[in-house]
C-alpha cells in the first residue's frame, strides 16, 4: 500500500431546506482516494472540536503514514473512537479498497447482494399522523419501522400499527427514557404482546443490568444502546438484550462496527445497521456493513428519495431493497467532488 499522501476535510452544508451538514474526509495515497462522513449536530456548531481533531490530530498523524490494512490506521494514528475518526476510517477503507481493486461489502466479509430497508418514524403529535407516516413507508417497500416511543405515548401507538400491519417488523425505541419503576415496568412487558423485534434503548445507557433484568421478563429482544466493543462484550456477558443496533459512528468506523458485529453474530444477537450523514457517503459505508451475514433485520442504509444527489449512484431504496456495490471497488460510487467543494463552508487541506 502506498503511504497516505494527502488528507481533506469539508465541513458542506445541504443546499436548500433544514441544511444539513456534515464533515467529509478525503484520503490520498498513489492514484486512489478514499471518503469517509460524518453527520455534524446543531446546525454546524457540533462540528467544532470534530474538526479541530481532525485538523490538528488526526490528519498530521495520517500523513505519510505506512500502513498495509485498514485495521492497522486506527493503532498507529491513535484515531480513537470518536464520530471523526469513524469518518478517517471509512475513509481508509475506501483508499485500501479501490487501490486494490476490491468492493468495500467483500473486504469487510459481506456476503449480501441487496439489503433489505427500514424506516424511523419520527415522534408526532397525533395518531393518524403516525398511521399516515408507517402506511408510506409500508407503501416504500420498507419491512421494518423503528417508532419513537415514551412514557404516556407507548403502547397506543404500537398497538395501532399492529393492528394495521400485523406481518411488520416494528421496533419500539424508547430513547432511554423508562424506568425501573412498577409503572413503567408494566408498559414495557405489556409492549411484549405485540410481536417487537425490538424493543431499543430502554434505560439510561450503560445500566446494562437494569436491561438484563428486564431481557429476562421480555420474550421480545431488548437492544442497549451500545457504543463500544467493552461495552458490548459486558452486555453479552451479563445477558443485558438479544439486539443490535449497529452505527459505525456510534463505534469510531468499520473497523470496530465489524468486530462488533462478529461477537454479536457469534452470540446469536439480531443486528441492523444504519448510516448517518445527508451527503450519501454514510449510507453507503452502511450499505457495505449490512452485508455482513450477522445482520438479520431490515437496515436503515437509503438516502430519502428526491433529496440532492452527491454520490452516483444514488443509495437509494427501490420497493424496499438497496442493492449492495459488487462491480466497483470501495464504496462502490462515485463522488460528485466539485459540487461538494462548493458547497464547503470550510475546508482544510495537509499534503505530505
Request: glycine share 12%; net charge negative; aromatic share 4%.
Amino acid at each position: 500500500m502506498p503511504s497516505i499522501q494527502g488528507c481533506d476535510a469539508f465541513q458542506v452544508a445541504m443546499p436548500r431546506g433544514r441544511r444539513p451538514q456534515s464533515v467529509l474526509v478525503r484520503l490520498a495515497g498513489g492514484d486512489a482516494v478514499g471518503w469517509g462522513e460524518m453527520a455534524v449536530p446543531g446546525g454546524g456548531a457540533g462540528g467544532d472540536a470534530a474538526w479541530a481533531d481532525i485538523e490538528t490530530r488526526m490528519a498530521p498523524a495520517l500523513i505519510g503514514l505506512d500502513w498495509d490494512r485498514p485495521e492497522d490506521v486506527s493503532a498507529a494514528a491513535d484515531l480513537g473512537a470518536s464520530e471523526a475518526a469513524a469518518a478517517v476510517d471509512t475513509a481508509c477503507w475506501d483508499l485500501w479498497c479501490r487501490t486494490r481493486g476490491l468492493p468495500l461489502a467483500h473486504a469487510l466479509g459481506g456476503t449480501r447482494t441487496s439489503i433489505v430497508t427500514g424506516a424511523r418514524i419520527s415522534p408526532e403529535p397525533a395518531l393518524d399522523t403516525v398511521s399516515a407516516r408507517v402506511n408510506k413507508a409500508v407503501g416504500a417497500g420498507h419491512t421494518r419501522v423503528t417508532l419513537d416511543i415514551r412514557p404516556g405515548w407507548d403502547i397506543e401507538p404500537v398497538r395501532v400499527i399492529r393492528q394495521a400491519y400485523p406481518a411488520l417488523a416494528l421496533v419500539a425505541d424508547a430513547g432511554h427514557a423508562y424506568t425501573e419503576s412498577p409503572e413503567h415496568l408494566a408498559v414495557l412487558e405489556a409492549l411484549d404482546a405485540y410481536g417487537l423485534a425490538a424493543v431499543e434503548r430502554p434505560f439510561p445507557a450503560g445500566d446494562l443490568a437494569a436491561h438484563a433484568r428486564l431481557q429476562l421478563r421480555l420474550g421480545t429482544a431488548v437492544a442497549p444502546a451500545v457504543g463500544d466493543l467493552e461495552i458490548l462484550d459486558a452486555a453479552l456477558s451479563a445477558g443485558a438484550g438479544r439486539a443490535l443496533h449497529l452505527r459505525p459512528d456510534r463505534f469510531g468506523g468499520l473497523t470496530a462496527a465489524r468486530s462488533a458485529h462478529d461477537l454479536a453474530y457469534a452470540a446469536g444477537w439480531d443486528v441492523w445497521c444504519s448510516g448517518t450523514g445527508a451527503f450519501g457517503i454514510g449510507q453507503a459505508a452502511a450499505v457495505a456493513l449490512a452485508a455482513l451475514p450477522g445482520c438479520t433485520l431490515p437496515s436503515d442504509v437509503s438516502d430519502p428519495a428526491g433529496g440532492p444527489v452527491f454520490v452516483t449512484p444514488p443509495v437509494r431504496s427501490s420497493g424496499g431493497v438497496v442493492g449492495v456495490p459488487l462491480t466497483q471497488p470501495g464504496l462502490g460510487h462515485e463522488i460528485d467532488e466539485a459540487r461538494i467543494e462548493r458547497l464547503a463552508t470550510r475546508r482544510m487541506r495537509l499534503t505530505a
